[in-house]
């Protein structure tokens, strides 16, 4: 499934879900129409808060077909992505804070056929990004603190979006631009019209009674298609 500024991707957080039920919040996340399963990893000292690991991403493999998009919040991570790739996970996307060598980083998540991703902290500048685009899949822009579900949306970051979206234009390279943290169907609008192509959202969507109605209504939020597209596109 691809993106467009039209056609958001929807990414679950499994942060927000049940966790006695970790598999079927998976595949619920799934039927209501996901387009994939992200995974917050924690490791108490990157962030204040524990998560899980390379083992819970292998149990929950095969509740879902959806790619498992995970995000590493520790440090270091180097010597976990190996264990996250065997695991599963289809993106691994890490925080240049969480080690000295981004650029090796990336190179390794590659090496394993991953797709790799780089997390851009609330004061973290996009040049954090800026000289290894040709590594990066995905740049994900934190529009809350990392370490917990269920806080306020961060809008002094909306600057940074459309500033990732110049500059990924700029680069003519395929990179998805995603946005984590507070992302609701009020706050969506917003990334979206700044130039987020995926959107991550725990409470949102798990925290509703309906998933497919919460996943649905983030969705909506996506501005309408140009004249030109709509007529191309339909009958
Ligand atoms: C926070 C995590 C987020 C979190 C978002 O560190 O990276 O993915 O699950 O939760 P909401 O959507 O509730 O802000
Ligand atoms: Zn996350």
Redesign the pocket.
């Known amino acids: 499934m691809t993106a467009s500024p039209t056609r958001p991707l929807i990414a679950p957080?499994?942060?927000?879900a049940d966790f006695s039920r970790l598999g079927e919040e998976a595949a619920a996340v799934e039927r209501a129409g996901a387009d994939w399963l992200?995974l917050?990893v924690?490791d108490g000292h990157f962030?204040p808060?524990i998560t899980f690991g390379p083992l819970v991403v292998k149990a929950l493999r095969p509740h879902t077909r959806l790619p498992l998009d995970a995000?590493l919040?520790i440090a270091p991570a180097d010597p976990y992505i190996a264990a996250f790739a065997e695991a599963g996970a289809d993106h691994i996307s890490v925080h240049p804070e969480a080690g000295p060598h981004l650029h090796r980083t990336l190179q390794l998540i590659r090496s394993l056929g991953k797709k790799a991703g780089v997390?851009l902290n609330p004061a973290t500048p996009i040049e954090a990004v800026v000289n290894v685009l040709d590594l990066t899949d995905l740049i994900m822009v934190?529009?809350?603190?990392?370490?917990?579900?269920?806080?306020a949306?961060l809008s002094s970051q909306l600057a940074k979006i459309a500033a990732l979206r110049e500059l990924i234009d700029a680069s003519g390279r395929d990179i998805i631009l995603q946005i984590?943290?507070?992302?609701?169907a009020k706050t969506a609008p917003q990334v979206l019209a700044a130039g987020a192509t995926c959107l991550?959202?725990?409470?949102?969507?798990?925290?509703a009674p309906d998933y497919a109605g919460a996943i649905a209504a983030i969705r909506a939020s996506a501005p309408p298609a140009p004249p030109e597209l709509s007529a191309s596109s339909g009958g």
Do not use: E, K, R, W
Not at 180 to 184: A, L, Q, R, S, Y
Not at 200 to 207: L, M, Q, R, S
């Open positions: 957080s499994l942060l927000a992200h917050d924690m962030v808060n995000h919040m997390v934190m529009t809350v603190n990392p370490g917990f579900g269920g806080q949306f984590d943290g507070g992302i609701t991550i959202a725990g409470t949102a969507i798990y925290g």
